[in-house]
């Protein structure tokens, strides 16, 4: 029987011997290897963090101790020791293992958290309940330096700075990257560190020094701060989270598990806040993640573990759409940039980026400050195109509001991974940015139901150089074309058999729309399916069109509350259309993770579900269907979206 198989808690790692948590360390990444080939997951950072996962367990007693995960992606050998390892089997997948963090998991998680640069935030205030309650319990933050470029992590160090006697410790897992190389003025500080040629002699002074140095006193942080005298000019990262007045470990092998476990404890003893620098190798221990220059399988779909090759061929993406029109609007345009948060290549940019470099700004894991240097730009002449994952642009809402639209600017936002994203869970179902945008005075939002339309739309939206723009778009394959039968206003019509519903199918629902249509029409009911393309402002076009119908009813993925079906039926009860309404969406709750079909089918916005919901609704008025016009029409179209 191997170690892993006798691991069911974390005190069962307390009485191992060395030997045994090396053995453990190989048994863990081997199994991380064989169960995320078959599931797909975040494998390249959990490959990093074994053996400080190891001594954070061996050092602090969780769930008194708290450990707090920055971000959650992280934490998969702190799921594997607490209990959940044969969980892994149906990581991601409905009713299965959640990729981050889960309260509904385990009682050692607190946070689920899949954002970053939060985790100090919460342990700020989480020490200091317990500080306020009498509780003699330690805060564990672990957080990358790729968190670390985000703004609000430094607004929580420069708080934890000025508590003296809070019983935090923060690990900073510095492995030159988030998805792709960290970027900034921290990544160049800490790759000068790594670079240096001192720096494997400066690893061992630390670890001989920790072994054998008291546990309190004057003493240890002569050798917790690197021998201040005699190496502080040396490590760059000292200086600066000293300026902050915060104790400083390291640097420190982060896949030496003893000299972790050296540091963790002199920085528990401590009694206030410590910064503990774990230097490791996103991917390490698995050569085809290690070799992965792009990510070092940050996030790879399904495997061979033997090879590290893809089992599925990956078909054309949404992304890659947008990618390859980008470059093609960059040669035709001087004045189009690109900027990002962290996210070059999961948005695509990477393209843009290799074709002019000098036109790409990655400013790290910064929504904030990206969405208002991207003003600056336009101010100055340029045209931004912002792109980032739907759900990120909520950190950003303010800026959006009043920095780009208030000062007219023409900045456009590509929202990826927009609507029901599903394996990722609750944090990452774009559900929101619809509802939030509406909000924006004089911004325009699209959302293309098909590769065409999204080109179409992305180069009608960097023509607008006096408003900020939005275009948003879902994760994954991207759907075959439909063609349109004809335009009313700038809306598409896709079907006209009647005019009993008149049904608006906003962007990857247009696809569901028209499957609806097909099932009403089957039941006598004529049908009018219309992409509005730009859902902001509402089209007047549509104003008219809901006269001539005996109901409204619009599909949309996102969250009802706010949604696009609510701006609808607010233009129409301002026009004095009476025409009864229906808006289906995503209900305004947490999602659970599960592929995004599953989703689409809990919620009832599926083909089926629809056309059930809107005869239910027809009949509820006491009619039926209405006398059909002769010359129905149906737009061609591929696969539903649904």
């Not at 169960?35 to 001594?55: D, F």
């Amino acid at each position: 029987m191997g170690v892993l198989e006798s691991i069911g808690e974390p005190r069962d790692l307390r009485d191992l011997t060395d030997r045994q948590l090396d053995d453990l360390a190989v048994e863990i990444r081997d199994f991380m290897v064989e169960k995320v080939s078959k599931t797909g997951g975040h494998l390249g950072p959990n490959l990093g963090m074994v053996e400080i996962t190891l001594a954070m367990h061996r050092v602090f007693d969780s769930p008194k101790d708290r450990l707090i995960y920055d971000t959650g992606h992280q934490a998969y050998v702190h799921k594997i020791v607490t209990g959940r390892a044969k969980g892994f089997d149906n990581l991601k997948q409905a009713g299965g293992l959640s990729g981050y963090p889960s309260q509904a998991e385990s009682e050692h998680d607190i946070v689920e958290n899949s954002h970053a640069s939060t985790a100090l935030s919460y342990a700020d205030g989480l020490a200091k309940a317990y500080r306020l309650r009498g509780e003699d319990r330690c805060v564990v933050a672990l957080i990358g330096d790729g968190g670390l470029t985000g703004g609000m992590a430094w607004e929580a160090l420069n708080n934890i700075a000025d508590a003296k006697d809070l019983k935090l410790v923060i690990i900073v897992n510095d492995n030159g990257r988030s998805y792709s190389p960290t970027v900034g003025g921290l990544a160049t500080h800490l790759a000068g560190l790594r670079t240096n040629p001192r720096y494997e002699k400066i690893l061992d002074l630390v670890k001989k020094n920790l072994g054998r140095t008291p546990l309190v006193g004057a003493p240890m942080y002569e050798v917790l701060h690197g021998v201040k005298k005699g190496l502080k000019d040396m490590l760059a990262p000292q200086g600066m989270f000293e300026d902050l007045g915060l104790k400083y470990v390291g640097p420190i092998d982060g896949h030496d598990r003893n000299a972790m476990e050296a540091a963790l404890t002199k920085a528990k003893a401590f009694g206030g806040p410590v910064i503990v620098h774990a230097v490791t190798k996103k991917g390490f221990g698995y050569d085809a993640a290690e070799m992965d220059d792009e990510d070092n399988f940050h996030s790879p779909a399904a495997f061979d573990p033997l090879t590290g090759r893809p089992t599925k061929v990956k078909g054309r993406e949404w992304t890659d759409v947008f990618a390859e029109e980008l470059v093609a609007i960059g040669h035709r345009r001087p004045d189009v940039v690109a900027i990002t948060a962290a996210m070059l290549y999961p948005t695509g940019l990477n393209k843009f980026s290799d074709a002019f470099p000098e036109r790409t700004f990655d400013v790290g894991i910064a929504e904030q400050h990206a969405v208002t240097s991207a003003a600056g730009l336009a101010m100055g002449g340029l045209h931004p195109v912002v792109g980032l994952y739907a759900t990120f642009l909520n950190r950003a809402f303010d800026q959006v509001l009043l920095d780009v639209a208030l000062h007219k600017c023409g900045v456009t936002f590509v929202l990826d991974r927009s609507g029901v994203t599903g394996s990722d869970g609750p944090s990452h179902n774009g559900m929101w940015d619809m509802s939030i945008m509406q909000l924006v005075p004089g911004l325009r939002l699209a959302a293309p139901r098909d590769g065409a339309r999204l080109v179409e739309l992305l180069n009608e939206a960097v023509d607008v150089d006096d408003a900020p723009t939005v275009l948003r778009f879902a994760k994954g394959a991207v759907f075959e074309d439909i063609d349109a039968i004809g335009r009313v206003g700038d809306c598409d019509i896709l079907a006209a058999t009647g005019k009993d519903v008149l049904l608006i199918g906003v962007g990857s629902m247009a696809a569901t729309a028209i499957d609806v249509a097909e099932r009403l029409g089957a039941q006598g009911f004529g049908v009018t399916v219309v992409d509005p393309r730009w859902v902001k402002p509402v089209d007047p076009a549509l104003i008219d069109l809901a006269r001539d119908h005996r109901f409204v009813v619009t599909v949309e993925d996102n969250g009802r509350v706010g949604g696009c079906g609510v701006a609808i039926a607010q233009v129409l009860r301002d026009a004095g259309v009476s025409t009864p309404i229906r808006d289906f969406g995503i209900p305004q709750r947490f999602l659970d993770h599960a592929p995004r079909p599953t989703v689409l089918a809990e919620i009832g916005l599926t083909g089926q579900a629809l056309a059930r919901d809107i005869i239910e609704m027809i009949a509820s008025h006491g009619d039926g269907p209405a006398e059909q016009p002769s010359r129905p029409g149906t737009a061609s179209r591929g696969a539903s979206g649904a």
